[in-house]
Protein backbone atom coordinates (compact mmCIF):
# COMPACT_ATOMS: atom_id res chain seq x y z
CA UNK A 1 0.00 0.00 0.00
CA UNK A 2 1.68 2.95 -1.34
CA UNK A 3 -0.51 5.46 0.99
CA UNK A 4 -1.89 7.14 -2.21
CA UNK A 5 -5.99 5.46 -2.24
CA UNK A 6 -7.87 6.10 -5.40
CA UNK A 7 -11.24 5.36 -6.11
CA UNK A 8 -13.04 3.86 -7.63
CA UNK A 9 -10.61 1.12 -8.98
CA UNK A 10 -12.52 0.09 -11.99
CA UNK A 11 -15.27 2.37 -13.64
CA UNK A 12 -17.19 1.35 -16.93
CA UNK A 13 -19.71 4.53 -18.32
CA UNK A 14 -21.33 4.93 -21.53
CA UNK A 15 -19.91 7.73 -24.24
CA UNK A 16 -21.36 11.04 -22.85
CA UNK A 17 -21.42 10.80 -19.80
CA UNK A 18 -19.36 12.03 -16.76
CA UNK A 19 -17.37 10.69 -14.03
CA UNK A 20 -15.75 11.45 -10.88
CA UNK A 21 -12.51 9.88 -9.99
CA UNK A 22 -11.48 10.54 -6.26
CA UNK A 23 -8.03 10.59 -5.13
CA UNK A 24 -6.19 10.91 -1.36
CA UNK A 25 -3.14 11.51 -1.06
CA UNK A 26 -0.58 10.48 1.01
CA UNK A 27 -0.59 11.42 4.50
CA UNK A 28 1.28 14.78 5.08
CA UNK A 29 1.45 15.56 1.36
CA UNK A 30 0.23 18.64 -0.09
CA UNK A 31 0.40 18.33 -3.58
CA UNK A 32 -1.31 15.93 -6.12
CA UNK A 33 -0.66 15.24 -9.76
CA UNK A 34 -3.23 13.32 -12.17
CA UNK A 35 -1.98 11.33 -15.06
CA UNK A 36 -3.00 9.87 -18.42
CA UNK A 37 -1.92 6.05 -18.80
CA UNK A 38 -3.19 5.20 -22.18
CA UNK A 39 -2.64 3.00 -24.80
CA UNK A 40 -1.10 5.33 -27.56
CA UNK A 41 -0.23 8.50 -25.51
CA UNK A 42 1.55 6.67 -22.98
CA UNK A 43 1.79 8.30 -19.22
CA UNK A 44 0.76 12.07 -19.29
CA UNK A 45 0.46 14.57 -17.09
CA UNK A 46 -2.58 16.23 -16.44
CA UNK A 47 -2.78 19.33 -14.38
CA UNK A 48 -0.73 19.57 -10.52
CA UNK A 49 -2.94 21.23 -7.17
CA UNK A 50 -0.36 22.11 -4.15
CA UNK A 51 -2.43 22.58 -0.86
CA UNK A 52 -5.59 23.59 -2.82
CA UNK A 53 -4.33 25.75 -5.64
CA UNK A 54 -4.00 25.05 -9.11
CA UNK A 55 -0.26 25.36 -10.07
CA UNK A 56 0.13 23.97 -13.38
CA UNK A 57 -1.97 22.00 -16.47
CA UNK A 58 -0.57 19.45 -18.84
CA UNK A 59 -2.20 17.88 -21.98
CA UNK A 60 -5.67 18.25 -20.02
CA UNK A 61 -8.72 18.19 -22.49
CA UNK A 62 -11.41 20.94 -21.28
CA UNK A 63 -14.03 18.75 -20.75
CA UNK A 64 -11.75 17.71 -17.94
CA UNK A 65 -11.47 19.27 -14.41
CA UNK A 66 -10.00 18.92 -11.19
CA UNK A 67 -10.10 20.46 -7.79
CA UNK A 68 -8.08 19.84 -4.18
CA UNK A 69 -10.46 20.34 -0.83
CA UNK A 70 -9.62 21.62 2.14
CA UNK A 71 -8.93 17.82 3.56
CA UNK A 72 -6.13 17.62 0.50
CA UNK A 73 -8.09 14.49 -1.30
CA UNK A 74 -8.35 15.65 -5.06
CA UNK A 75 -10.80 15.03 -7.57
CA UNK A 76 -10.62 14.60 -10.89
CA UNK A 77 -14.12 15.73 -13.26
CA UNK A 78 -14.35 13.85 -16.75
CA UNK A 79 -17.50 14.85 -18.74
CA UNK A 80 -19.05 14.27 -22.12
CA UNK A 81 -16.89 11.00 -22.33
CA UNK A 82 -15.78 9.50 -25.16
CA UNK A 83 -14.63 6.39 -26.22
CA UNK A 84 -10.87 7.60 -26.77
CA UNK A 85 -10.69 8.76 -23.01
CA UNK A 86 -10.97 5.49 -21.86
CA UNK A 87 -7.57 5.02 -19.85
CA UNK A 88 -6.04 4.52 -16.40
CA UNK A 89 -5.92 7.70 -14.63
CA UNK A 90 -3.52 8.03 -11.68
CA UNK A 91 -2.69 10.57 -9.11
CA UNK A 92 0.36 11.06 -7.38
CA UNK A 93 1.42 12.83 -4.41
CA UNK A 94 4.17 14.15 -2.85
CA UNK A 95 5.23 15.87 0.14
CA UNK A 96 6.13 20.03 -0.97
CA UNK A 97 5.65 21.79 -3.88
CA UNK A 98 8.42 24.46 -3.66
CA UNK A 99 11.15 21.62 -3.56
CA UNK A 100 11.75 18.60 -6.35
CA UNK A 101 10.13 15.29 -4.21
CA UNK A 102 13.30 13.24 -4.19
CA UNK A 103 11.97 10.20 -3.84
CA UNK A 104 9.60 10.96 -7.48
CA UNK A 105 5.87 10.90 -6.16
CA UNK A 106 4.00 8.35 -4.88
CA UNK A 107 1.24 6.61 -7.20
CA UNK A 108 -1.76 5.44 -6.22
CA UNK A 109 -2.93 2.27 -7.79
CA UNK A 110 -5.10 4.15 -10.28
CA UNK A 111 -8.58 4.17 -12.06
CA UNK A 112 -9.17 1.79 -14.93
CA UNK A 113 -11.94 4.01 -17.00
CA UNK A 114 -13.64 2.13 -19.68
CA UNK A 115 -15.99 4.45 -22.18
CA UNK A 116 -18.82 2.08 -23.90
CA UNK B 1 9.75 20.15 -24.81
CA UNK B 2 11.60 17.24 -23.07
CA UNK B 3 11.24 13.67 -24.31
CA UNK B 4 12.10 10.53 -22.93
CA UNK B 5 13.17 7.66 -25.81
CA UNK B 6 13.07 3.99 -24.52
CA UNK B 7 13.84 2.47 -27.69
CA UNK B 8 13.66 -1.44 -26.85
CA UNK B 9 9.50 -2.23 -26.57
CA UNK B 10 10.15 -5.66 -25.01
CA UNK B 11 13.20 -7.46 -23.69
CA UNK B 12 13.60 -10.75 -21.78
CA UNK B 13 16.21 -12.19 -19.89
CA UNK B 14 16.83 -15.25 -17.85
CA UNK B 15 16.35 -15.56 -13.51
CA UNK B 16 19.79 -14.64 -12.38
CA UNK B 17 21.27 -12.60 -14.76
CA UNK B 18 21.69 -9.02 -15.74
CA UNK B 19 19.73 -7.21 -18.17
CA UNK B 20 20.15 -3.57 -19.15
CA UNK B 21 17.34 -1.20 -20.08
CA UNK B 22 18.20 1.68 -22.30
CA UNK B 23 16.89 5.25 -22.11
CA UNK B 24 17.91 8.86 -23.98
CA UNK B 25 16.18 12.21 -23.26
CA UNK B 26 16.20 15.46 -25.04
CA UNK B 27 16.44 18.36 -22.99
CA UNK B 28 18.06 22.07 -22.86
CA UNK B 29 18.04 22.29 -19.06
CA UNK B 30 20.56 21.57 -16.71
CA UNK B 31 18.76 20.69 -14.09
CA UNK B 32 16.89 17.97 -13.38
CA UNK B 33 15.90 14.42 -12.31
CA UNK B 34 15.92 11.15 -13.60
CA UNK B 35 14.20 8.17 -12.43
CA UNK B 36 13.00 4.31 -13.61
CA UNK B 37 9.47 3.41 -12.61
CA UNK B 38 8.42 -0.18 -12.27
CA UNK B 39 4.63 -1.11 -13.05
CA UNK B 40 4.09 -4.97 -12.46
CA UNK B 41 0.53 -6.45 -13.77
CA UNK B 42 -0.96 -5.05 -10.36
CA UNK B 43 -0.31 -1.34 -12.09
CA UNK B 44 1.10 0.11 -9.42
CA UNK B 45 3.68 2.62 -10.61
CA UNK B 46 6.85 1.95 -8.28
CA UNK B 47 10.27 4.15 -7.99
CA UNK B 48 12.82 1.99 -8.55
CA UNK B 49 15.68 4.22 -8.60
CA UNK B 50 16.60 8.15 -9.20
CA UNK B 51 19.48 10.52 -9.99
CA UNK B 52 19.66 13.88 -9.80
CA UNK B 53 21.52 15.29 -12.93
CA UNK B 54 23.98 17.23 -10.59
CA UNK B 55 25.30 14.45 -9.08
CA UNK B 56 28.29 12.24 -11.23
CA UNK B 57 28.25 9.08 -9.47
CA UNK B 58 25.81 6.60 -10.55
CA UNK B 59 23.07 5.75 -7.98
CA UNK B 60 22.69 2.38 -6.78
CA UNK B 61 19.40 0.63 -5.36
CA UNK B 62 20.39 -2.80 -4.39
CA UNK B 63 20.53 -5.24 -7.46
CA UNK B 64 19.31 -1.96 -9.26
CA UNK B 65 21.95 0.95 -11.09
CA UNK B 66 22.21 3.19 -13.59
CA UNK B 67 24.64 4.41 -16.15
CA UNK B 68 23.98 8.26 -16.30
CA UNK B 69 25.76 9.66 -19.11
CA UNK B 70 24.85 13.54 -18.95
CA UNK B 71 26.53 14.65 -22.01
CA UNK B 72 25.40 11.93 -24.02
CA UNK B 73 21.81 12.61 -22.21
CA UNK B 74 21.77 9.06 -21.76
CA UNK B 75 20.30 7.16 -18.54
CA UNK B 76 20.26 3.19 -18.20
CA UNK B 77 19.02 1.01 -16.03
CA UNK B 78 20.92 -2.20 -14.91
CA UNK B 79 19.29 -5.29 -13.28
CA UNK B 80 21.56 -7.53 -11.78
CA UNK B 81 20.76 -10.86 -10.04
CA UNK B 82 17.19 -10.68 -12.20
CA UNK B 83 14.16 -12.11 -10.50
CA UNK B 84 10.94 -13.39 -10.68
CA UNK B 85 9.38 -10.45 -9.41
CA UNK B 86 11.38 -7.87 -11.53
CA UNK B 87 9.03 -9.02 -14.52
CA UNK B 88 6.78 -5.84 -15.14
CA UNK B 89 6.90 -2.70 -17.74
CA UNK B 90 9.09 -0.13 -16.47
CA UNK B 91 9.36 3.55 -17.69
CA UNK B 92 11.97 5.90 -17.94
CA UNK B 93 11.21 9.23 -16.76
CA UNK B 94 12.08 13.07 -16.75
CA UNK B 95 11.67 15.30 -13.85
CA UNK B 96 11.98 19.29 -14.21
CA UNK B 97 10.62 22.14 -12.36
CA UNK B 98 7.59 23.64 -14.88
CA UNK B 99 7.23 27.16 -12.39
CA UNK B 100 5.25 27.64 -9.83
CA UNK B 101 6.72 24.67 -7.55
CA UNK B 102 5.33 22.06 -10.30
CA UNK B 103 7.32 19.04 -10.73
CA UNK B 104 6.57 17.09 -13.61
CA UNK B 105 7.36 14.03 -15.28
CA UNK B 106 7.90 13.11 -18.67
CA UNK B 107 7.62 9.94 -19.23
CA UNK B 108 9.33 6.96 -21.69
CA UNK B 109 6.97 4.80 -23.48
CA UNK B 110 8.41 1.62 -21.85
CA UNK B 111 10.34 -1.86 -21.62
CA UNK B 112 8.18 -4.81 -20.78
CA UNK B 113 10.72 -6.72 -19.68
CA UNK B 114 10.04 -10.94 -18.84
CA UNK B 115 12.15 -12.62 -16.41
CA UNK B 116 12.03 -16.06 -17.50
CA UNK B 117 12.84 -19.28 -14.89
Known amino acids: DSGVTQTPKHLITATGQRVTLRCSPR?????VYWYQQSLDQGLQFLIH???????AKGNILERFSAQQFPDLHSELNLSSLELGDSALYFC???????????????FGSGTRLTVV | AQTVTQSQPEMSVQEAETVTLSCTYD???????LFWYKQPPSRQMILVIR??????QNATENRFSVNFQKAAKSFSLKISDSQLGDTAMYFC??????????????FGKGTKLSVIP
Open chain 2, 93 to 106: AFMKHAGAGSYQLT
Open chain 2, 27 to 33: TSENNYY
Open chain 1, 49 to 55: YYNGEER
Open chain 2, 51 to 56: QEAYKQ
Open chain 1, 27 to 31: SGDLS
Open chain 1, 92 to 106: ASSPRAEHPPRSGYT
